[in-house]
């Protein structure tokens, strides 16, 4: 079942700015992922932050995670024409080995 | 870095044919499959987690008979739908898992079933 929630659902932005996107989940978690999905392509792995992790940064991605929220954001700088996509975070519950359950997504349109 | 492949990319069927759709591991071995569909402008919702070697565990709602997942080899997990209907229509996504946390995406296949 999914328990992931995102927002927002869409978001459209100018190049050069930057881009957040927020990831709330239900159930304890052993790591949270970040993936992206180009339309009708398959999904690619941004990053992956630990629970007892609270920031991770990769490139012009940063990733926070808050436990006792249940909530993570994805924050893109800078952003290129070429981060359109659609984002999706994807969490592991401790009870269940490897078996991801992922966010409704956010679509991302970055205009030139 | 691992690659996962799936065959085909895409696929157009007639209502009631099976069509079969092969997830391969290229350069590892895994243990573990997972089979996704995802519906357009929608997330991807896990339909069953597959070991190498035993059965298929389906997820809730997802119908075992309908959606026949083998598993034969370390890097070879295949999904067969039966008796396929429009509302089959859909994209697959496979996932190869290797090691405790990492798991690798194919490509997904489109079914268009007419």
């Known amino acids: 079942s999914q328990q992931g929630e995102e927002d927002p659902q869409a978001l459209s932005i100018q190049e050069g700015e930057n881009a957040t996107m927020n990831c709330s989940y239900k159930t304890s978690i052993n790591n949270l992922q970040w993936y992206r999905q180009n339309s009708g392509r398959g999904l690619v792995h941004l990053i992956l932050i630990r629970s007892n992790e609270r920031e991770k940064h990769s490139g012009r991605l940063r990733v926070t995670l808050d436990t006792s929220k249940k909530s993570s954001s994805l924050l893109i700088t800078a952003s290129r024409a070429a981060d359109t996509a659609s984002y999706f975070c994807a969490t592991d519950a401790r009870s269940g080995a490897q078996k991801l359950v992922f966010g409704q997504g956010t679509r991302l349109t970055i205009n030139p | 870095g691992a690659v996962v492949s799936q065959h085909p990319s895409w696929v157009i069927c007639k209502s009631g044919t099976s069509v079969k759709i092969e997830c391969r591991s290229l350069?590892?071995?895994?243990?573990?499959m997972f089979w996704y569909r995802q519906f357009p402008k929608q997330s991807l919702m896990l339909m069953a987690t597959s070991n190498e070697g035993s059965k298929a565990t389906y997820e809730q709602g997802v119908e075992k008979d309908k959606f026949l997942i083998n598993h034969a080899s370390l890097t070879l997990s295949t999904l067969t739908v039966t008796s396929a209907h429009p509302e089959d229509s859909s994209f697959y996504i496979c996932?190869?898992?290797?090691?405790?946390?990492?798991?690798?995406f194919g490509p997904g296949t489109r079914l268009t079933v007419t």
């Open positions: 350069d590892f071995q895994a243990t573990t």
């Open positions: 996932s190869a898992g290797s090691g405790i946390y990492e798991q690798y």
